[in-house]
């Protein structure tokens, strides 16, 4: 048993008092509200007194409570990221066994999740790994990254593109004020990043000189733009939208906020 | 091509997305499973892989004298999939209490430390650091005029959030001040949005031409 | 709307899609297969970028994490790649990670295979490692911050750090002997003389409002175009080093590395390797099509206004 005074702590917070909750709460339901409200408080509010109270048991990088908890929530981020895929083969499993609408399609997808995960599975319980192998070939599980995985994401953002482009022919119409200065920073940002007076003239060598110096105008403006109106709007919304998550972040600590874990106000 | 049969497969998957600019169809719709499918597996590996093997199992396996509160960490996680499990699916609040709690508090600080603070303090400086009206382009420069542009345009777009519903004749004229800076904005991150996309569109293009059908071809270039 | 069929001015406005599609398409194939070469000019946060990394010494210890996917694969990977090249050649010691959960990991692979075959002298663990993917990135970063190999225990293959010189006790010497800048290994994110991330979503913003806030490292930010105008606040208020902004800001960063290192002008002269520069001949024809558009549907626009006040009039 580890007896630093920081991590004997963490396991009395989060070892003990989850066990001593699970025995209450399966007698008085009442409980499994109220302990899962301790354990957020107790969560949320180490990080933030480490800051404060620079003492070794909080704040020690090796066996400080707050660096201790920053390693384990690694962990448990690695148990989160994955939790839908349950969900996931219930719903496609039930669809491909009842031939719903659309079932083949619940088919390949189980199918994909399926063989990458066994794989992955596979490259870990090994030791083999996911990526490289010793002699630089790919491992099984990488092949599908690179060759399925990678493609098919990458082609599903590239669609944007399009639609982009007919989006703008549509939407971006100087309608009123508002928007026809929305209009005329886009387009002048638009014209600022490329060499487009240069892509225009390469066909008469002649006018080049002042399209490279119109360009560097242009590029300049946008810059201009960037960085005094862009950058003083950003600075309004990063703010505004930071202090409604600090707001969020005191409701969720204190337990005033706890639709999260699927309770009601006031439950 | 060095590996003839995975380019193939990618061209192939790429193309089939493809289909969807013509119309929806069955092609676009598989390959768009297949996405979702593989996805979700790509999560098991890595997170076994990557971050479970590594910083739990090992540790545990290696010196569990001085890494058994690592336990902790395991049983939190494997609580969160306790909420499949009927009649007990409650304890999985355990583990997601503190999984949400601990990452709010870290953004807390986070927000306010390095987003409220600094930007806040770019908005609090002198006026008077220097006017210049020789150009148009020196006066647009001139650290003044910076220093007032950027009070101006963060406080008139925090107005113009904050004083949305209940709006006096004062408050009102700032926010439109306000909106026009946010347009601005947004004029301009549509303009850097078009390059961002395009990249992507440049991307698969030039997959398919220099990966798959130059070398499919023999096309040398 | 007109009654009775349909006017140019009708169908203008109601241009079937998939025409504007073709447009797109060509206008991004065309460049491509006949490459123009258009000049990149140079904005103020790449060049402020590549100042801060050509004012670090020899040995001097950088970070550079992927965080982004495949989905913003052609922007972010020059960026990275020209980070790394960039390091590699001023004989600064690299540490790559990935934390975007949704193939940065494989990004990171690749990427590096391919830099670290440009470089046959630099050793694998003395001069650049791949720690490999981790999950729940702020504590991810907030761990960086105490200990780096407890965020990390291992590399990417599972081999644990203490292995490697770059992060042991013992001097950091390169085959031919040589000791090369520190001698000790590092500890924690702090001793990092810069973290450069690609990135395409949130967690580019963690490193500046974490990692710069909190341990004080500096930071360089390699975002999409589509997150770029969000980071001129941040470069404004001085928590950033540099930007490069989107793949024209990795284009620039690549003219930058052609012009002013001879060893890496030669690689990017020779490579067949897709290069942002190659890319910005397409962005400039797109761009062009994008601004016609807009342009049409304005006219358009305009033109149906006034015979509706017209037909109104009327």
């Not at chain 2, 590594?54 to 509160?69: S, V, Y």
Request: hydrophobic share 50%; charged share 15%.
């Amino acid at each position: 048993m580890n007896i630093q005074p920081g991590i004997v702590i963490l396991w009395i917070f989060f070892g003990v008092l989850p066990i001593v909750g699970f025995l209450l709460g399966l007698r008085a339901p009442a409980m499994r509200r109220q302990v899962p409200l301790v354990l957020a408080f107790l969560a949320g509010i180490i990080p933030i007194l480490s800051i404060y109270i620079p003492k070794v048991f909080l704040a020690d990088p090796d066996i400080g409570m707050s660096p201790r908890l920053d390693k384990y929530l690694i962990i448990v981020a690695g148990f989160a990221l994955p939790l839908g895929i349950v969900n996931v083969i219930q719903n496609s499993s039930r669809r491909a066994a009842r031939r719903e609408k659309g079932w083949p399609y619940s088919v390949v997808l189980l199918f994909g999740l399926f063989v990458t995960g066994a794989l992955g599975i596979y490259g870990a319980v090994t030791g083999e790994g996911i990526g490289f192998r010793q002699d630089g070939t790919s491992t099984p599980f990488k092949w599908i990254e690179d060759n399925a995985f990678r493609p098919l994401q990458a082609t599903i953002f590239a669609l944007l593109a399009v639609f982009m482009a007919s989006a703008a022919f549509r939407a971006f119409r100087a309608r009123n004020t508002e928007a026809t200065i929305l209009l005329i920073a886009g387009v002048l940002v638009m014209m600022g990043r490329v060499p487009l007076l240069e892509f225009l003239t390469a066909p008469f060598p002649g006018l080049q000189p002042a399209a490279a110096q119109g360009s560097r105008t242009l590029g300049l403006l946008t810059e201009w733009i960037m960085n005094v109106p862009n950058s003083a709007a950003q600075a309004g919304i990063i703010i505004g939208a930071a202090l409604g998550a600090a707001a969020m972040a005191i409701r969720v600590i204190l337990g005033i906020e706890r639709s999260y874990l699927g309770l009601e106000k006031g439950e | 091509m060095t590996d003839p049969i995975g380019t193939w497969l990618a061209a192939l998957l790429t193309l089939a997305v493809l289909s969807f600019l013509y119309r929806d169809n069955p092609v676009f719709r598989t390959a768009e499973s297949l996405f979702a499918g593989v996805s979700l597996g790509y999560y098991v590996g890595i997170v076994l892989d990557q971050t479970l093997r590594p910083n739990l199992i090992e540790p545990l396996a290696t010196d569990f004298a001085k890494n058994n509160d690592l336990l902790i960490a395991g049983v939190l996680g494997a609580l969160l999939y306790m909420r499949y499990v009927p009649r007990v699916g409650w304890v999985a609040r355990y583990g997601l209490a503190v999984y949400v709690a601990y990452y709010i508090g870290v953004e807390f600080t986070r927000k306010i430390h390095g987003e409220v603070l600094p930007q806040m303090g770019r908005t609090i400086q002198p006026l008077d650091q220097g006017w210049s009206f020789q150009s148009v382009w020196a006066f647009l420069n001139s650290p003044g005029l910076l220093a007032l542009m950027a009070i101006v345009g963060t406080y008139s777009v925090l107005i113009y959030f904050f004083f949305s519903r209940e709006q006096g004749p004062v408050t009102q004229r700032v926010s439109r001040v306000g909106i026009w800076f946010l347009m601005v904005s947004f004029g301009a991150a549509f303009g850097f949005t078009v390059m961002g996309r395009v990249a992507l569109l440049i991307g698969r293009i030039n997959f398919l031409i220099y990966d798959w059908i130059y070398p499919t071809f023999g096309v040398v270039t | 709307m007109a009654r009775g069929s349909p006017t140019f001015l009708d169908r203008l406005l109601h241009v079937d899609r998939r025409l504007i599609f073709l447009f797109v398409a060509l206008s991004v194939t065309v460049p491509i297969l006949v490459p123009l070469g258009l000049p990149v000019s140079t904005t103020a946060p790449t060049q402020a970028a590549y100042d801060y990394i050509e004012s670090l010494r020899p040995g001097d210890y950088v970070w550079l994490s992927f965080d982004y996917g495949p989905s913003s694969a052609p922007e972010n990977d020059p960026m990275a790649e020209g980070f790394m090249r960039h390091c590699l050649s001023k004989d600064l010691k690299v540490i790559v990670c990935a934390l975007y959960p949704l193939g940065g990991l494989g990004l990171a692979n690749n990427s590096m295979a391919r830099v670290a075959a440009e470089f046959p002298n630099k050793q694998y663990g003395v001069d650049y490692i791949n720690l490999g993917y981790k999950d729940g990135a702020e504590a991810v970063m907030r761990t960086l911050g105490a200990n780096i190999a407890d965020a990390f225990p291992t590399d990417v293959n599972g081999r644990n750090l203490s292995e490697f010189p770059m992060f042991g006790a013992t001097p950091s010497k390169r085959e031919d002997g040589m000791v090369v800048g520190h001698t000790l290994g590092i500890k924690s994110i702090k001793e990092v003389k810069v973290v450069f991330t690609a990135a395409t979503g949130l967690i580019g913003e963690y490193w500046i409002t974490l990692v710069n806030s909190q341990f004080g490292t500096p930071v360089i930010i390699g975002p999409t175009a589509v997150s770029a105008p969000k980071y001129y606040a941040f470069l404004s208020s001085g928590q950033l080093k540099g930007m490069l902004g989107g793949m024209k800001g990795a284009a620039e960063y690549e003219q930058l590395l052609i012009k002013n290192r001879p060893d890496l002008a030669e690689l990017y002269g020779a490579t067949k390797l897709f290069t942002a520069t190659k890319g910005m001949d397409a962005q400039t024809g797109i761009h062009l099509v994008i601004i016609l558009f807009i342009l049409i549907g304005n006219v358009a626009f305009f033109l149906f206004r006034m015979r509706e006040a017209k037909e109104g009039g009327r």
